[in-house]
């Protein structure tokens, strides 16, 4: 097993986003320090393994949308600057859409608690 995996905690929490039909499971995890935690607590190591070395670098918030022919799995993915959460969900879900209003959320969330993007620069 990978070391930063070992931290790595099945956390019930999340359980409150994964309802089984649309989301099947969610991963959290940091570029530096790999999983941190994720949901159901019998996802597959290789499902863990992916979002452990996974690292894309984009600054503010960004989505990336990917499938896995070998799984056969879907997963949406939420880019923070050294975070991720990653969400696998039905192969039905328009992906991009159901990206594009989770982000309008972070951003709303961002200024309800004060965190600009364009005070760092952004745009």
Known sequence: MVPAMEKALAWESLSAVVDGVVVKSVVVAGFSEGILAYWPPSLEESVLNIFNKLYIQVPGHAYLVLYSLRLGKKFLVILNEERLLALEVDKRVNGEKMAERLLRALKRLDRLFG????????H
Do not use: N, V
Not at 115 to 122: A, F, K, P, R, Y
């Open 115 to 122: 965190i600009d993007e364009t005070q760092s620069g952004e």
